[in-house]
């Protein structure tokens, strides 16, 4: 996979004859999946190179901040889901003034000129250019061959990054794993915090969130794995008396997550964390790029009159999900 920066003004890139498909992919969900399996196909048909084309900033991002919806997946993220599903080319197009601003007709000359497309691949509802101007029925008439791929459905309902961040939000893990084709998870290093969690004798790794507001907030049963290595065995290796409890894939960790800005907690300016508690862990992961995937949602975020209370309600919610890893031996993942 190549990964490819575009903006309104670029000079024309040099590419093989591609096959496109444009979106904001976020989730990377089965529709998107549907799409990019027709997209593969059209191009082995064609003896063309597989491109998807998305917008960083998200458009509503760039409209309305941060009231924009919150996002399912970072940019880092979809890239990574892009890749595991063998596109060939990942352009992503910065959307800012000037590329809110092009026409239809530009739209489509940067698709031909820079992204050097032949065929296309989208959604039955595509729109795009200045005031929405252009549609599939334009492109054709450009001189594009157009797709339209239907819209995909489960349980009677169009599957949509709409849909999922709902479910999301909802606590509904088991329907979002489904809506997705796997388990919701975030991607992000890991950094220093207050270190507030140490003084509660509950310690946490404070994982960047990478997105201006994550689609869920709660108490969670969490796995978390180092992207670049086995993170059971760091730690074993850091402190062998607390190796911490397995997670259900090999050299993973159990924990409890938490997403929220910590209501009970005074700041100057509420923040989103994303915070995992690892029990009989202690070992030093400042850095390390980890994967929180969501497993089981306990309940949402609480605002303590105290932090005795608070100290009291984590030790309960701790609890709580070291009797979830027991009882749920195995997990689909």
Known sequence: MKLLRLNALAPHTQLPKTAVTI?????????????????????EAQNLKTLVMIFEPQPLEFFKGYEAPPRITSLREKVEYLTELGVDYIAVARFDRAFRHLSAEEFADMLKLQLNAQSLVLGDDFHF????????????????????LNTVEFGGERVSSTRIRQVLQQGDLALAAQLLGRPYSITGRVQYGDQLGRTLDFPTINVRVGR?????????????????GDLAKNVQSQHPQKPGIPGYLPGSLFGAGHVGTRP???????????????????????????????????????????????KAGIDDDVVKLRAFRENTPNFPL
């Open 264 to 310: 009970a907690i005074a700041q100057e300016q509420p923040e989103w964390r994303l915070e995992v508690h690892f029990p009989e862990v202690s070992a030093h992961l400042y850095g390390l790029l980890m994967k929180v995937t969501f497993l089981n949602y306990l309940h949402g975020e609480l605002n303590y009159p105290s932090l005795e209370a608070l």
């Open 129 to 148: 250019g200045k005031n929405r101007q252009g549609n599939s029925e334009f492109l054709r008439r450009y001189g594009f061959e157009v797709t339209n």
């Open 212 to 228: 201006h507001k994550p689609c869920l907030q709660g108490i969670y049963g969490v796995q978390v794995e180092w992207q670049q």
């Open 23 to 43: 979106g904001n992919f976020d989730g990377v969900h089965v529709g998107h999946q549907a799409m990019i399996a027709q997209l593969k196909a059209r191009a």
